[in-house]
């Protein structure tokens, strides 16, 4: 009877514990254990240290806490403790489970008999190298010695964005859970990268953006995946803390931008709808400057910000979706399709985030809900590849055709061709003779009217304009070569009394005269005699100087006055006035102003009596020489 009331004692004395919250660790554990009922909570403050709570044992701690059943997105600052008991005879070593990653660190105690047992510090600020196991999550390896019992004390200071599922397994069951996880996430992601690999190939292939931005798309979806189940932080950036903490916000933008264009090139908005292409467009730059501005914001204002984000960037995507499949394009149902799933697995996974799932994006439902998107997308662009590939095909099948008839035709047309070419070459002997005699004559008349055209009908010296070609050839050669060219001016005297007297017929017998006299006067081939106008003549003799000049002119003069003219009986006296200049034609004095110069001493003749020679020499600082 003593023995049985020891027993019940004994028992009573374990139990008793369990009942006021202490959690009983069985040595054979068929499962894990939830521990959020069991642990209390107390809100933290900044007096409240590990001394005071063991110094004070009458603190609010408080049950059921909403912090250990609730996804947190506000920053936390709580005392949480778990009283443990090893009532067996063997040392049980078990793993806590304390947070899928919590925003900030968590000091955690091991006590027994109000002795610091163990120690540690976990959470995102943490370095990968020193967590206590080597794991994206939070974990705790719990050693508890036979027949003792424990008390688990937790410091948690989060940023927000934290859950504390508080799950107590054996090490087998941590591997178990870690195994299988690990081997879904590794194919999900290897799946993604074989993909964006093999969209990689199709974009140098085919040349199409909407493969570069769906290999893009994937690639960064893979990256958010790696970083969100933790293998980026253990095997890329171990010592990255500030990205693996802002990896999410940074990264899934550039998803969204992608998965916008994609929808912008695989709806083919440029060519079916315009004014929604300035809607994807406009989307892409807000979520760059979503970006940039979340970067530097506090984390609650980061989620807040991301869900309004996010929310815009679906809804824009089952607009387009529904929209364009009212407009009948055959990608639109596809497209809001995928979406849908999305949105359906988002929904799933909010209404429970179980152990195992790193973030929202790591829940079963949000991964399916990705895996079903991924490949109705990648369906999609096979069937549009394919689509664009038999309008391809088409588009050969009827531009052979078009060449065939074409070449049809053509020949058609040589034969008719060679039909009129036969005929035409037979036209063409009879009208060769023809036109070889008229492009002769047409030749002929070309000659003649270019030489009408620079000759003085009545002297047959040249004219007035070609007296001006030749003066610019002159005057060019002059300024290469430095050397001097001369200008003659003259003109006959009382003329006007030999048409008033004899007539104009006499007159122009005198003028025939004279024209022979100038043209016999001239030697080289490059002077040139011109019937200026009227009574008017003048003279271009090149690389001669002023006193060359002037013994041509001299000579001109004398034989005109020498000249036996006889009209009707009567003799037509002639008397010639000249003047003249030479000079090197330069940018001071071009060929317009020798022949200014030489008109001038030609009036100057005029005016001192006639049947004179007068050299103009005044731009050179001389005055006039007779």
Excluded: C
């Excluded at 394919?386 to 099948?397: F, P, T």
């Excluded at 003749?605 to 731009?619: F, L, Q």
């Amino acid at each position: 009877m003593r023995a049985w009331l020891l027993a019940l004692g004994l028992s009573l004395l374990f139990i008793a514990p369990v009942s006021f919250g202490a959690v009983l660790v069985p040595a054979v554990q068929p499962a894990e254990i939830d521990l959020t009922n069991d642990a209390q909570v107390l809100q933290q403050q900044p007096s409240i240290t590990l001394d005071k709570i063991l110094a004070e044992p009458n603190l609010p701690w408080q049950s059921n806490h909403p912090a250990l059943s609730t996804f947190s997105i506000n920053p936390l600052n709580i005392w949480v403790k778990i009283e443990l008991i090893n009532d067996s005879h063997v040392a049980l070593d078990r793993v806590l489970h304390v947070s899928s990653e919590a925003k900030g660190h968590v000091d955690a105690y091991l006590l027994s008999q109000g002795e610091i047992k163990e120690q540690w510090q976990i959470g995102s600020d943490t370095n990968y190298a020193n967590r206590p196991i080597k794991h994206p999550s939070s974990l705790l390896p719990i050693h508890l010695q036979p027949q003792q019992s424990y008390t688990l004390y937790m410091k948690v200071n989060t940023r927000g964005l934290v859950e504390l599922p508080l799950k107590l397994m054996t090490n087998e069951q941590t591997l178990e859970n870690i195994s299988t996880n690990d081997m879904v996430q590794w194919i999900f992601v290897g799946g993604l990268l074989a993909l964006v690999i093999f969209s990689i190939f199709m974009t140098v292939s085919t040349r199409s953006y909407a493969y570069g931005y769906f290999a893009a798309q994937n690639f960064f979806l893979a990256t958010i995946l790696i970083s969100t189940y933790g293998y980026g932080f253990k095997l890329l950036w171990p010592d990255q803390l500030w990205f693996q903490t802002n990896s999410f916000s940074l990264l899934l933008p550039i998803f969204l931008g992608f998965s916008t264009l994609f929808a912008e090139k695989v709806l083919q908005l440029r060519r079916v709808s315009p004014s929604q292409l300035y809607i994807t467009r406009s989307l892409v730059l807000l979520l760059v400057g979503f970006m940039l501005i979340n970067a530097n914001v506090s984390l609650a204002q980061q989620i807040i910000n991301e869900l309004f984000i996010y929310a815009l960037f679906f809804l824009t995507m089952l607009y387009l979706g529904f929209s364009q499949h009212l407009n009948g394009n055959q990608y639109g149902k596809p497209y809001l399709l995928s979406w849908v799933l999305v949105i359906f697995g988002i929904g799933l996974s909010l209404t429970q985030i179980p152990f195992g799932s790193i973030t929202l994006l790591g829940s079963i439902p949000m991964v399916m809900g990705l895996i079903g998107q991924v490949i109705i997308q990648t369906a999609l662009l096979a069937e549009r590849y394919h689509n664009e590939r038999l309008d391809k095909q088409l588009a050969q099948q009827r531009l052979l055709e078009q060449e065939a008839q074409k070449r049809r035709t053509q020949e058609n047309q040589l034969k008719a061709q060679m039909q009129a070419k036969a005929d035409l070459e037979r036209q063409v002997q009879l009208r060769t003779l023809e036109l070889e005699e008229a492009m002769k004559e047409l030749n002929l008349a070309n000659k003649q009217l270019q030489r009408q055209s620079v000759i003085d009908a009545l002297t047959h010296l040249k004219n007035r304009k070609a007296f001006e070609a030749h003066l610019q050839q002159q005057a060019r050669i002059s300024r290469r070569n430095q050397q001097p060219l001369a200008v003659v001016m003259l003109d006959i005297d009382y003329f006007k009394q030999v048409n008033d007297k004899l007539g104009h017929l006499a007159g122009d017998q005198a003028l025939i005269q004279v024209a022979n006299v100038l043209d016999s006067s001239l030697k080289r081939p490059s002077d040139m005699a011109s019937r200026y106008g009227g009574e008017e003549f003048a003279l271009i003799l090149p690389n001669t100087p002023l006193q060359g000049a002037k013994q041509v002119a001299e000579s001109i003069r004398k034989s005109i006055e020498s000249l036996p003219i006889i009209w009707d009986g009567h003799r037509i006296e002639l008397t010639i006035s000249i003047g003249l200049t030479s000079a090197i034609v330069s940018d001071d004095l071009p060929s317009k102003q020798l022949l200014k110069l030489a008109d001038q001493a030609l009036y100057q003749a005029k005016d001192a009596g006639r049947n004179r020679v007068i050299v103009n020499t005044s731009e050179f600082n001389h005055e006039p020489q007779t």
